[in-house]
């Protein structure tokens, strides 16, 4: 990854289940990011309980590099852009914006900013961000998710977010979206049917439905253009005109 996955950090406020701790490591690591702040977390030793340990699931090396701040302040140290990441709209506060906005703003953000680190910050599990909290950030960021049932647990949001800003990092990159697999050059069978190769297969589609007796060549009315157009729109691949020449030669075999 890019130096700037490097500048992003995710900032739990206040945690109180281990189990939370442990899926938002493995969220930030999924995505590519590697650092998780906690902020006065309830249990000082969240990050080697039992049910944090099982499910960080393979991010132990997020899990246990977490670093621990006795105040929002602290851990926003170095930051220089915060997104406060809340479902309740606020009357004062910092501009809002939703999640994908935020990503887009934290990407020129890094990009314009060699030393700028961006954070996400994400309240109580119970009551989310205090007022004083969203103070301390630059905007105030919203996931659109129903209206009628808006509450996410903390680590789902944490996951949401950072899938957005790996996606606008990854697209400002023009890096691959995809799995490497399916980016690899296609097996010969799977390119594209030449123009000669799919008129021959028409063809012998034609010479076969006449066999089986389903085409009259005395009435063809529009069977045949219509068949072209089916078989143009399908974009036929060199091994899917192989097996329907098979078809056409096991039809007349029987006719």
Known sequence: MTQAFSRVRFIMVNPSHPGNVGSA???????????????????????????????ASGALDVLEGARVHGSLEEALGPVTLAFALTARVRDLGPPPCDIRQAAELARGHLADTAEGVAAIVLGTERAGLTNAQIALCHRICHIPANPEYSSLNVAQALQLAAWELRYALLVAEGAPLLPASTAQESPRGAEPA???????????????????????PAHPKKLMPRMRHLFSRLALTRDEVDMMRGVCTAMLKKK
């Open 25 to 55: 490591a493995r969220a930030i690591k999924t995505m590519g990011f590697s650092e998780l702040v906690l902020v006065e977390p309830k249990f000082p030793d969240v990050t080697s309980q039992p049910e944090a340990v099982a499910l």
């Open 194 to 216: 030449s123009s000669a190769a799919v008129q021959a297969f028409l063809a012998h589609w034609e010479e076969a439905l006449v066999g089986v007796q389903f085409l009259d």
